[in-house]
């Protein structure tokens, strides 16, 4: 009974691509978050989202993209991709709104540009 | 925005002695604060949280102190074991929003 999932857990692809990643959480909770980790291990928040709402939308070029279809799910979208992009993408949620709760993160999914 | 700062940014440690991990925060309107545990390719995982009108908290070896005055918090791992080596992060959350700390790469060594 996964928590919080995410697809596929490893992306191999080239310069300029455009490619999706998927989440699912089964927690029943209304708050999703995606967050990036860079090769120096450092987490950032990208984005937010409370009942398929964007409330946190982080400085992040305008080629990522996500989008809530439901509270359950949560999908981010990349075009034109880069090198820097390369990093671990790690889906999150948590019940409520304000950031006073414990997040789930999902297994991360592994991107490296070429 | 809120900045959180952690040190050290690496510990070893012998087994069975106990380590210390300190985060400082800029912004005194946080008021929750959890640490993460992130075993080698694995997800986060919270292992402790406080918020901002306790000053102590402990679960089993693991306990936390927070200072608001000095803007600053401390995680304590107690009797250190093998599998308490991995990558801790503490964070502030302000609002909506989870700031976190560069990371602890802590080793226990056998």
């Known amino acids: 009974d996964t928590a919080v999932s995410q697809t596929p857990k490893y992306l191999v692809t080239q310069m300029g691509n455009d490619k999706s990643i998927k989440c699912e959480q089964n927690l029943g909770h209304d708050t999703m978050y995606w967050y990036k980790q860079d090769s120096k291990k450092f987490l950032k928040i990208m984005f937010s989202?409370?009942?398929?709402?964007?409330?946190i939308n982080e400085t992040v070029p305008n080629r990522f993209s996500p989008k809530s279809p439901d509270k359950a799910h949560l999908n981010l979208h990349i075009n034109s991709l880069e090198l820097g992009d390369s990093a671990v993408y790690f889906c999150a949620s948590s019940q409520g709104v304000g950031g006073l709760y414990e997040q789930y993160f999902g297994p991360g999914t592994r991107l490296t540009v070429t | 925005g809120e900045n959180v700062e952690q040190h050290p940014s690496t510990l070893s440690v012998q087994e069975g002695d106990s380590a210390v991990i300190k985060c400082t925060y800029s912004?005194?309107?946080?008021?929750?604060f959890p640490w993460y545990k992130q075993e080698l390719g694995k997800r986060p995982q919270l292992i402790i949280d406080i918020r901002s009108n306790v000053g102590e908290k402990k679960d089993q070896r693991i306990a936390v102190t927070l200072n608001k005055t000095a803007k600053h918090f401390s995680l304590h791992i107690t009797e250190t074991q093998p599998e308490d080596s991995a990558v801790y992060f503490c964070a502030a959350s302000k609002r909506n929003k989870l700031s976190f700390g560069a990371g602890t790469t802590v080793t226990v060594r056998a």
């Open positions: 912004d005194s309107a946080s008021n929750y």
């Open positions: 989202y409370n009942n398929k709402e964007l409330i």
